[in-house]
């Protein structure tokens, strides 16, 4: 395929990758972070990428006549739904030249007609929603990015009678974390279906800092009620990125990376408590904004951050193929 070709882009369809096919789609995901502010591929797939993680994945890949990869994008089904979700990207100078389409046309082959696709588009770009409306797919769902300024005052907090916080211990607070984690997020489409690989993979990250995994644990019982997981986001992980100053190569911002409660726990205003205790934690570390992720159909957790100072920054949107009858005509 040659710049300015009118002929279709190739797609190649791939079960397993290559550790220098790896190395091209992750700096295809680099040029396009650089180029749009945001991450093209979500945590969740850079982390199968980089580490090459069990369970079933698609990979699509277009490349230009010398092997470098334009466009990609990943498809993994569900655990134990008719869904595969998909996220893809395109290197920002090869945009408009039908990678995107060809990607998720081939995306749409490659799941049964039955089965529903669920294409995230980060950021939420206009060409995307052009595209999905091109190809029949709808608006099914919105992430918003959240993000506070630490330099404002934040409200004091405290905790429930009988519970205290602590820091997480790796190896000995894993099963409990775990269990708490399903039960708070048992109807959220990815957070609730965690393994001990899936955390594994973070506690084994540079970032990971048990410090900032902060337990309300049960005085009494040592019971786990919940945790606010924070996340700091070093100069690499924000180069070329864009805030509220310009152009940033070094400005660390920390995240509301998980923050969860266990059901049985719920109207102690744990949720508030931890959330704050989070916060003060960034700021004692000399962080100076913070940001979070939030569906917006979860209306109590926008109303929470809303009323602590968060505004909206930036969204996500996943849009989906209906899924049809084997009698319903295509």
């Not at 190395?23 to 093209?40: N, V």
């Not at 489409?189 to 048990?210: K, N, V, Y």
């Not at 979070?292 to 996943?318: C, I, K, P």
Request: net charge negative.
């Amino acid at each position: 395929m040659i710049r300015g070709q009118a002929a279709e882009p190739r797609v190649t369809r791939l079960e397993r990758l290559a550790p220098d096919e790896v190395e091209g789609i992750l700096a295809l995901a680099g040029a396009a972070s650089a180029a749009d502010g945001a991450d093209p591929l979500s945590e969740h797939v850079t982390l199968r990428l980089r580490h090459a993680g069990e369970g079933p994945a698609t990979h699509l890949v277009v490349r230009d006549p010398a092997g470098t990869v334009l466009g990609y994008a990943h498809l993994e089904p569900q655990d134990g739904a008719a869904e595969v979700s998909a996220e893809l990207v395109v290197h920002p100078m090869w945009r408009r030249h039908g990678l995107g389409r060809a990607l998720v046309s081939a995306a749409l082959e490659a799941v049964p007609g039955t089965g529903a696709l669920l294409v995230w588009a980060h950021s939420d770009h206009p060409s995307a929603a052009a595209l999905a409306l091109d190809l029949g797919l709808d608006r099914s769902r919105v992430l918003w990015q959240l993000r506070r300024s630490l330099r404002e005052p934040l409200p004091g907090f405290e905790l429930p009678a009988g519970i205290s916080l602590r820091a997480f211990r790796p190896g000995a607070d894993d099963d409990a974390w775990l269990a708490v984690n399903r039960r708070a997020f048992a109807s959220h489409p990815e957070q609730g279906r965690w393994t001990p690989a899936d955390l594994g993979l973070r506690l084994a990250e540079p970032w990971f800092d048990p410090a900032g995994f902060l337990l309300a644990v049960e005085e009494s019982s040592g019971r786990l009620l919940g945790f606010h997981w924070t996340k700091v986001h070093g100069p690499a992980e924000v180069r070329g990125r864009t805030d509220e100053h310009g152009p940033t190569g070094s400005a660390p911002i920390g995240e509301v990376y998980v923050l969860g409660v266990d059901p049985d726990a719920h109207r102690l205003g744990l949720g508030r408590a931890l959330t704050l205790a989070g916060l003060h934690h960034l700021r004692d570390r000399g962080l100076t904004r913070v940001m979070l992720y939030v569906d917006e159909s979860n209306t109590g957790a926008m109303a929470l951050y809303t009323r602590l100072g968060f505004a909206n920054w930036l969204r996500h949107v996943q849009y989906r193929r209906p899924t049809t009858s084997p009698d319903t005509p295509a």
